[in-house]
């Protein structure tokens, strides 16, 4: 049975190099002077370009927003100095192995006191293991929880994200509650990533025979694959009023297109992780709306911050607001917050502060369980011209649902 959100309790080569400080260039070593006191230095490797760009733009924004808003306020308090706070991000452009590279840089070079994380499975990994094994705390989101805890058992990397398990119940329990009129089947197009085989191979399969639908095809893919048009033919011959897809941006959007080329038109489409940014209804316009997908955010969340956080994006870029920039801004403010009240930049007091986390922020309360997770609530979002309404659960609706775009 699920609670309403409000009451819902969550428990290589170089890279460009930003630096974020408070009305400053910023210094360009890890330990510096501003004011007369040593800044804090955070580093963060992020998808900037590559196809993972549209999560990355996102959760650029989203962690710089966090770290102005402490600098504004006179920075962290460090063994009774104030000391400004620095970020230093490296582009990872959407590969591991750069991710891997770019961690080690931080730590070796640009003495980071800390680190955030990438996005997906492969590089929030990448990058948590380097981490991992310099002991330097690490805190990140947009990792799958059972993605994260499969690898192994981490001591100084959390994620502050969504678990696969809820993520997979969505499209059933919005079909349900919407009432929509279906032959109750489902044709799943997954990618072989950590949480796509974990989605669309094992918990959509499994979840759609307990709720009394039929499987019609299941097709996995590489996560590096172009051409669908094998796969959606086969979803269209299966005759499927259903389509489940777990893929990321630019596959999404690729899968979307040649749907409409082939004239396959299901009742609902949800996409996961590859429509939660911007760029997806961007790329496809009007072929965005109608198609769902799981999100931990949205500014009609009563929780401190949820509205004004869209507000500052929306006058800051011009666009309209993306769900990563939401739990990028709480991973960092996470991360500050335990810095604060370490009182210390010691890797072992600030990751022992983490641990005792234990607050509100604009996606819901935080807390951390024994495997260094913390589990967001989630909703159900639909792409209606250009926006995301949330269509599920009842008490948490601020649209109607509508069929997919034909």
Known sequence: MH??????????????????????????????????????????????????????????????????????????????SRRKVELKILDDKSDPNQVSQNTQTLISSNKVSALLGSCTPALVTAGAVVAERA????VTGCSPLQAFTSVKEWTYAWDIFFDESDVGAL?????????????KKVAILHDNGPDGTVVGGQIWPSLAKQHGYKVVANVEFPTDNTDFSAAVQQAKGSGADI???????????????????????????????????????????S?????????????????????????????????????HIAD??????????????????????VNDAIRWTSGTYP????????????????????????????????????GKFLSPAS
């Not at 002991?135 to 690490?138: A, D, G, N, Q, S």
């Not at 799981?294 to 666009?319: M, N, Q, R």
């Open 243 to 285: 389509l489940l897809v777990s893929a990321v941006t630019p596959q999404a959007v690729s899968i979307r297109k040649q749907m409409a080329t082939a004239g396959y038109e299901p009742k609902f489409i949800q996409m996961e992780k590859g429509a939660e940014p911007l760029q997806f209804a961007q790329a496809l316009g």
């Open 287 to 323: 072929l965005a709306d109608g198609v769902t997908v799981g999100a931990y955010w949205d500014p009609s969340f009563p929780y401190k911050g949820a509205k004004d956080l869209a507000a500052a994006y929306e006058k800051e870029s011009g666009g309209s607001q993306s769900q």
């Open 363 to 398: 996606v819901g309360p935080v807390l951390f369980s024994s495997d260094n997770t913390a589990k967001l609530p989630m909703v159900e979002v639909q792409w209606q011209n250009g926006k995301t309404v949330v269509v599920w659960p009842s008490d948490a609706t601020t």
């Open 171 to 183: 499209p059933f329990d919005t079909l349900k509650s919407q009432k929509i009129s279906t032959n």
């Open 3 to 80: 609670r309403p959100v409000s009451t819902r309790v969550a428990t290589l080569g170089a890279a460009a190099l930003i630096v974020v400080a408070s009305g400053c260039a910023g210094p360009k070593t890890g330990s510096s002077e501003s004011d007369g006191t040593n800044t804090i230095v955070i580093g963060a490797s992020l998808p900037l370009s590559g196809p993972l760009a549209g999560f990355g733009g996102s959760q650029k924004w989203g962690y710089e927003h966090a770290l102005k808003e402490v600098n504004a306020a006179g920075g962290i308090d460090i063994d009774g």
């Open 328 to 349: 990028s801004y709480t991973v960092a403010k996470v991360l500050l917050d335990a810095v604060a009240r370490a009182g210390s930049t010691e890797n072992d007091a």
């Open 135 to 138: 002991k330097v705390p690490f």
